[in-house]
């Protein structure tokens, strides 16, 4: 089993920035790729960027020059920079991992309990 524990969201007021951290732990063997989903009430919980084991990324079109995504390694952790915040922006945001827990076995799915992004003034 693999733990994933979010930190960082808060209250902000629009224009400034907040920065989310999220840590892996538990059965590592190698996690294939890490990101950060966010869900609005009524709404699917939708892909905010995600980073590859070997560092490429892919950010949501709506945060691309805001939000940067960023990995430490050997801590097993990620990062996602959030700046120039709108009050759209507001939701519960979800790290994610895929997790192979030894070469053999195909990577599974993890989710963090989510934490909560406010743009308000």
């Known amino acids: 089993q693999v733990q994933l524990v979010e930190s960082g969201g808060g209250l902000v007021e629009p224009g400034g920035s907040l920065r989310l951290s999220c840590g892996a732990s538990?059965?590592?063997?190698?996690?294939?790729?890490m990101g950060w989903y966010r869900r609005t009430p009524g709404k699917q919980r939708d892909l905010v960027a995600v980073?590859?084991?070997?560092?490429?990324?892919n950010l949501a079109d709506s945060v691309k020059g805001r939000f940067t995504i960023s990995r430490d390694y050997a801590k097993n952790m990620v990062y996602l920079q959030m700046n120039s915040l709108k009050p759209e922006d507001t939701a519960v945001y979800y790290c994610?991992?895929?997790?192979?827990?030894?070469?053999?076995?195909?990577?599974?799915?993890?989710w963090g309990q989510g934490t909560q992004v406010t743009v308000s003034s």
């Open positions: 994610n991992a895929a997790v192979r827990p030894d070469w053999a076995t195909p990577p599974s799915d993890y």
């Open positions: 538990g059965i590592i063997f190698r996690i294939e790729t």
């Open positions: 980073i590859e084991d070997r560092g490429a990324t």
